[in-house]
């Protein structure tokens, strides 16, 4: 079994910045790429950030600039660093893994989600 869980959402204040973690743990033999998705309320869920084992990262246009992903591949732990938060911004965020587990099996695992509330 393989697990994901993430931390660190909340109240925040626009302009403010907050920083989200998510663990993976279990079974785990390798963890490929680790992503970011959110959802708003009455939205579907899209792409924030990705960053690929070796370090590369991508990031939703909307974000660019704003949010930081990065990795602890000892910890097996993903980060967004988020800065100049903006209501929009308001979301579950979801984290995201591919990962092989030490059975052989690939699959992508999901986080339950932590909410983020950017509002005065």
């Known amino acids: 079994q393989v697990q994901l869980v993430e931390s660190g959402g909340g109240l925040v204040q626009p302009g403010g910045s907050v920083r989200l973690s998510c663990a993976a743990s279990?079974?785990?033999?390798?963890?490929?790429?680790m992503a970011w998705y959110r959802q708003a309320p009455g939205k579907e869920r899209e792409l924030v950030a990705v960053?690929?084992?070796?370090?590369?990262?991508n990031y939703a246009d909307s974000v660019k600039g704003r949010f930081t992903i990065s990795r602890d591949n000892a910890k097996n732990t993903v980060y967004l660093q988020m800065t100049s938060l903006q209501p929009a911004d308001t979301a579950d965020y979801y984290c995201?893994?591919?990962?092989?587990?030490?059975?052989?099996?690939?699959?992508?695992?999901w986080g339950q989600g932590t909410q983020v509330t950017v509002s005065s």
């Open positions: 995201n893994a591919q990962i092989s587990s030490t059975t052989g099996s690939l699959s992508y695992y």
């Open positions: 279990g079974s785990i033999f390798r963890i490929n790429d």
């Open positions: 960053i690929a084992r070796g370090g590369n990262t």
